[in-house]
C-alpha cells in the first residue's frame, strides 16, 4: 500500500522529535560528567559552593541585627550629644538651652531638675559673660530698659523677664560678632542694624533643646544700637538719643552719657559719667541720669513693682511725643 504525503510527515516529525531529545541528554549528561569531574578535583569549593546558600541567608539576618543595633546606637548618641552647628545655622536656630522657670519659686540650685532653675540666674550668667568679654575688648556698654529698671530698684533681674537688655554703640559690633570664638557657649549675631542679640548655644548637654524664636526661647540678650542726633542737626535745644526699635522714647543724650554731643554720630559713655549700679554682684554702667530716664520710660511710679508682670517692652516712653521719634530716626538714617 502507498505511503500517503499524511504518513511521511508524521514520520518526519517523529525522527525529529528524537533527535532533539537525543541532542538534550548528551548536553545535559557532558555537563554533569564536568561537574562530578570538579568536584573530585576541588571538593573542598564544591563543597563550599553547596554550603553558600544557607552561609549567605545567616549572614544576610546577622548583618541585619547588626545594622538595627547600630542605628539605634546611633540614634541614641545622636540625642545625648548633639552636633555643633554648620555655619549656616544662623540667628534663633543657632540657640540651645535647657528649659528654666519664671516663677518666683524657682530653684536656685545647678542640682535641681531644669524646668525648676531660675531663669534669671541664667540671664545672669548672660550678663556676666557679656561684660567680661566686652572689658577685655574695652568697649563700654550700659543697660536700659527692664534690665536697669531691676537694677535700680531690686538690684537683681526681675524674675519673670525673657532678656537683658544692653546698650553698646555701633562701632562695637563687628568685636561683638566674634564672641563665639572667645567661647562657644555664647552667640551673638545682628537681627537688623538696631538690634543684635545674644544667646547660650549649649550644645553639650542632652537637656538643651533649640527653640527657634525669641518669643519661644527663655531667656537671651537685646543689645540695642543707640543713634544720636545732634542739636545743630535736629534743631533741637538738646542732643537727642533714640533707639530705633524702641518706638517713641527720645532721650536727652546728656542724661544716658552725662555730656551732650556736638556733630557727632557715633558717642560713648565715659567711665566716669556713667551710674555704677549692682545686680547681685555683678557691678555695671548704667546712664547718668537713671531715675530721670526710668520715669520717662516707665512713668513716675517705676517703683513699684509690677502686679500684672507686663510683656516686654509694652506701654515705654507714653509722654513722648511720636512725630518727633520719627523725624530724629530719619535724621539719623541719612548717616551711615
Known amino acids: 500500500m502507498p505511503v500517503t504525503p499524511r504518513k511521511r510527515l508524521r514520520w518526519c516529525l517523529s525522527i525529529f522529535a528524537f533527535v532533539i531529545v537525543g541532542l538534550a541528554l548528551v548536553v545535559r549528561g557532558s555537563w554533569r560528567s564536568q561537574s562530578w569531574f570538579l568536584r573530585i578535583l576541588q571538593p573542598e569549593e564544591g563543597d563550599a559552593r553547596r554550603a553558600a546558600p544557607r552561609e549567605r541567608l545567616d549572614f544576610t539576618f546577622e548583618n541585619r541585627a547588626n545594622r538595627i543595633r547600630d542605628a539605634t546606637n546611633h540614634s541614641n548618641d545622636t540625642a545625648s550629644t548633639p552636633k555643633h552647628p554648620t555655619p549656616d545655622v544662623f540667628g534663633w536656630n543657632r540657640c540651645r538651652q535647657v528649659s528654666c522657670s519664671k516663677s518666683d519659686n524657682c530653684a536656685a540650685l545647678d542640682s535641681s531638675p531644669p524646668s525648676e532653675r531660675c531663669c534669671w540666674l541664667?540671664?545672669?550668667?548672660?550678663?556676666?559673660?557679656?561684660?567680661?568679654?566686652?572689658?577685655?575688648?574695652?568697649?563700654?556698654?550700659?543697660?536700659?530698659?527692664?534690665?536697669?529698671?531691676?537694677?535700680?530698684?531690686?538690684?537683681?533681674?526681675?524674675?519673670?523677664?525673657?532678656?537683658?537688655?544692653?546698650?553698646?554703640?555701633?562701632?562695637?559690633?563687628?568685636?561683638?560678632?566674634?564672641?563665639?570664638?572667645?567661647?562657644?557657649?555664647?552667640?551673638?549675631?545682628m537681627e537688623n542694624k538696631h538690634i543684635g542679640r545674644m544667646c547660650i548655644t549649649d550644645y553639650e548637654n542632652p537637656e538643651a533643646k533649640t527653640w527657634g524664636a525669641w518669643d519661644k526661647i527663655p531667656t537671651y540678650v537685646d543689645v540695642y544700637i543707640p543713634k544720636h542726633v545732634s542739636k545743630n542737626m535736629s534743631g533741637f535745644t538738646e542732643s537727642k538719643t533714640v533707639f530705633p526699635v524702641v518706638s517713641k522714647c527720645v532721650f536727652n543724650t546728656i542724661d544716658v552719657y552725662g555730656r551732650d554731643i556736638v556733630g557727632q554720630v557715633d558717642a560713648s559713655i565715659e567711665h566716669n559719667a556713667s551710674t555704677k549700679l549692682k545686680i547681685g554682684e555683678l557691678l555695671v554702667d548704667a546712664p547718668r541720669n537713671v531715675d530721670v530716664l526710668l520715669s520717662q520710660i516707665y512713668g513716675s511710679d517705676w517703683r513699684q513693682p509690677d502686679a500684672k508682670k507686663s510683656n516686654h517692652g509694652s506701654n515705654w516712653c507714653e509722654g513722648d511725643d511720636a512725630a518727633e521719634f520719627k523725624k530724629l530716626v530719619s535724621l539719623t538714617a541719612r548717616v551711615p
Open 122 to 189: 541664667m540671664l545672669k550668667e548672660l550678663l556676666g559673660a557679656l561684660r567680661t568679654f566686652l572689658s577685655q575688648h574695652d568697649i563700654p556698654f550700659y543697660v536700659m530698659f527692664g534690665t536697669l529698671l531691676g537694677a535700680r530698684r531690686d538690684a537683681g533681674i526681675m524674675h519673670w523677664t525673657s532678656d537683658v537688655d544692653i546698650a553698646v554703640e555701633s562701632s562695637s559690633i563687628a568685636i561683638l560678632e566674634s564672641i563665639n570664638e572667645w567661647n562657644d557657649r555664647y552667640y551673638f549675631w
